[in-house]
């Protein structure tokens, strides 16, 4: 019986793909340099900002191997990504709810999850604060927990963020269901020793998710209410 869940944020309850695409494009354009589709954007977010600046510098993707996305990284100018994040970190404080929106059906099915006794948590590669900021204004009290990730932290898949929240809900992990639309989110419930329900309405694909190792693939608020409540 699913008694707990842990959510990512970004692509999972939140469509923020507007918003991160704004933030990218606006320093990009600043610099002169190349911007990109807000689509191709879904295959650059997902490992935190961090990882987000360099993909977007130096042209890399979700689909690119680390070695070549570090080879790549390697041949920047020195101080180029740290003074892009920064950039960055500041255009999206200042327009992080310009779009963004809960995905259809999400918020009704939080409700019902609360009134069923199912306690809740989000984990997110997005800095604590946003984090934090976001989950409150769109979605109130509901979550018992919610990690971002913390400066000096490991971002997912490493487990740190979700086993803190996994603490946080005092529950035993064989009845919490980590929900995700990414890879990068069913190697972390692996990882953390979890259950992991893929969502197709996110930024990543059905088959990403599939060979990711995802136990559950669901397609609306409303499939997932039922199959954690079954």
Same mark, same amino acid.
């Given at each position: 019986m699913i008694k707990g869940v842990i959510f990512d944020l970004d692509g999972t309850l939140l469509n923020t793909l507007g918003d991160l695409a704004a933030a990218g494009n606006a320093v990009l354009a600043a610099r002169g340099m190349r911007t990109y589709p807000q689509e191709a954007y879904k295959l650059m977010v997902g490992n935190g900002i961090p990882r987000l600046i360099r993909r977007m510098l130096t042209g890399t993707n979700a689909l690119c191997a680390e070695e070549a996305e570090k080879g790549s990284a390697s041949k920047l100018p020195q101080g180029l990504e740290p003074a892009v994040l920064q950039e960055f970190m500041d255009y999206y404080e200042a327009h992080k709810e310009d779009t963004?929106?809960?995905?259809?059906? /999400?918020?009704?099915?939080?409700?019902?999850?609360?009134?069923? $006794?199912? =306690?809740?948590?989000?984990?997110?590669?997005?800095?604590?604060?946003?984090?934090?900021? &976001?989950?409150?204004?769109?979605? $109130?009290?509901?979550?018992?927990?919610?990690?971002?990730? =913390? %400066? $000096?932290?490991?971002?997912?898949?490493?487990?740190?963020?979700?086993?803190?929240?996994?603490?946080?809900?005092?529950?035993? =992990?064989? %009845? /919490?269901?980590?929900?995700?639309?990414?890879?990068?989110?069913? &190697?972390?419930?692996?990882?953390?020793?979890?259950?992991?329900?893929?969502? &197709?309405? $996110?930024?990543?694909?059905?088959? %990403?998710?599939?060979?990711?190792?995802?136990?559950?693939?669901?397609?609306?608020?409303? %499939?997932?209410?039922? &199959? /954690?409540?079954?």
């Open positions: 963004t929106a809960p995905y259809p059906g /999400i918020v009704e099915m939080l409700e019902r999850l609360t009134a069923a $006794g199912v =306690k809740l948590a989000v984990v997110s590669n997005k800095a604590d604060q946003p984090a934090r900021e &976001l989950t409150r204004r769109y979605f $109130g009290p509901v979550f018992a927990s919610v990690v971002g990730l =913390k %400066e $000096g932290g490991r971002a997912k898949p490493d487990p740190a963020s979700t086993l803190e929240a996994v603490r946080q809900l005092s529950l035993p =992990k064989d %009845e /919490i269901l980590y929900v995700g639309d990414s890879d990068v989110d069913m &190697l972390t419930a692996h990882n953390a020793g979890l259950r992991s329900c893929g969502v &197709l309405w $996110g930024f990543r694909s059905a088959d %990403e998710l599939k060979r990711a190792g995802a136990c559950d693939l669901v397609s609306s608020a409303a %499939e997932l209410e039922r &199959l /954690i409540l079954k």
